[in-house]
């Protein structure tokens, strides 16, 4: 069965940093591109950042860009998403996700972990 393991969330204070992991299980981890989403209350699920299984590429919305790092370990088939300076609107529930290919659509994903919540109060 196809995994994505969803962790690392929590509260912090606005400023402070968070680090995400999704273990994935069931496919072959090297073939697929991992990508992070979030939505929060009333909103559509936000793609956050996204790794490409050939080179790794990664990709950041402008919202995130320069705060969050993406990476991945091979080994472990684990991918981590690295969240600095927190801000208030980051709050939201964050999903993993695989995929062939980086889409920046949520509704292009087909295979989806369980989320995680993030709060990063005032």
């Known amino acids: 069965d196809v995994q994505l393991q969803a962790s690392g969330g929590g509260l912090v204070q606005a400023g402070g940093s968070l680090r995400l992991a999704c273990a994935a299980s069931?496919?072959?981890?090297?073939?697929?591109?991992i990508g992070w989403f979030r939505q929060a209350p009333g909103k559509e699920r936000e793609g956050v950042s996204c790794i490409s299984s050939s080179h790794g590429t990664t990709y950041y919305p402008d919202s995130v860009k320069g705060r969050f790092t993406i990476s991945k370990d091979n080994a472990k088939n684990t991918v981590y998403l690295q969240m600095n300076s927190l801000k208030p609107e980051d709050t939201a529930v964050y999903y993993c996700a695989a995929n062939p290919v980086c889409f920046r659509t949520a509704t292009m994903w087909d295979m989806w972990g369980q989320g995680t919540q993030v709060t990063s109060p005032a």
């Open positions: 069931g496919f072959t981890f090297d073939d697929f591109a």
